[in-house]
């Protein structure tokens, strides 16, 4: 059974440009969620997507977006970049079930300059 | 609202010494608590976890952790460390079970001396 998939690995972008990230779930997984991770914040949530809608945001501005599609692969965006995006985005996924495990992929590493 | 602390950011233990990662959580409910482990440039791998039940649980890679509800531990204990498991070590929480949400700890990086 595979993972959880996330492209791209690794990505460079220039201050003021946008990135859209890519992950696929595991067969059969529903909720799929976003982590971003930084030497300073450490980990911290962005958001889950359950079938296709955003159950939870997390303290992020309005710059970060995300969005679910009908074979549960989730995409998130960031607009007008900033140095301080630089980080691990770390996607995870579940069946969204009460206490199930929940998965994580490799990450992609993005760094903005 | 709810927490997990780890009070050691960092430690170091010869290898085939034994090891005890802490880890304390703030929360109301009966909480769902992992540990993870990130090996350098990668994602997250999940050790083990405790939803309800024993309170020792057992994990992967020779890992256990105990849950204790009197001190709102739940530290992660391995009996003889290897060099491979060298990495930073990830306690979390499951907030609000009607969605999922992790709320990490700052992590405890694991040097493991020859």
């Known amino acids: 059974k595979a993972g959880v998939t996330q492209t791209p690995r690794y990505l460079i972008k220039t201050r003021g440009q946008q990135v859209t990230l890519s992950c696929s779930p595991i067969?059969?997984?529903?909720?799929v969620s976003w982590y971003q991770q930084t030497p300073g914040q450490g980990l911290q949530f962005l958001f889950e997507?359950?079938?296709?809608?955003?159950?939870n945001k997390g303290n992020f501005p309005g710059r970060f977006s995300g969005r679910q599609f009908s074979n549960s692969r989730s995409e998130m965006n960031v607009s007008t970049l900033e140095l301080g995006d630089s980080a691990l985005y770390l996607c995870?996924?579940?069946?969204?079930?009460?206490?199930?495990?929940?998965?994580f992929g490799e990450g992609s590493w993005l760094t903005v300059v | 609202a709810q927490s997990v602390t780890q009070p050691d950011i960092h430690i170091t233990v010869s290898e085939g010494a034994s090891l005890e990662l802490r880890c304390n959580y703030s929360y109301g409910a009966t909480p769902y608590l992992f540990w993870y482990v990130q090996s350098p440039g990668q994602g997250l791998q999940l050790l083990l976890k405790y939803f309800s039940g024993d309170t020792l649980v057992q994990g992967i890679k020779g890992f256990e952790a105990e849950f204790k509800r009197s001190q709102s531990s739940f530290n992660l204990r391995k009996p003889s460390v290897h060099w491979s498991d060298a990495a930073e070590y990830f306690c979390a929480v499951v907030v609000n079970t009607g969605f999922q949400k992790l709320v990490f700890g700052t992590g405890t990086r694991l040097l493991v001396s020859p």
């Open positions: 067969s059969g997984h529903r909720s």
């Open positions: 997507y359950f079938s296709e809608t955003q159950r």
């Open positions: 995870a996924s579940s069946s969204g079930a009460q206490g199930d495990t929940i998965y």
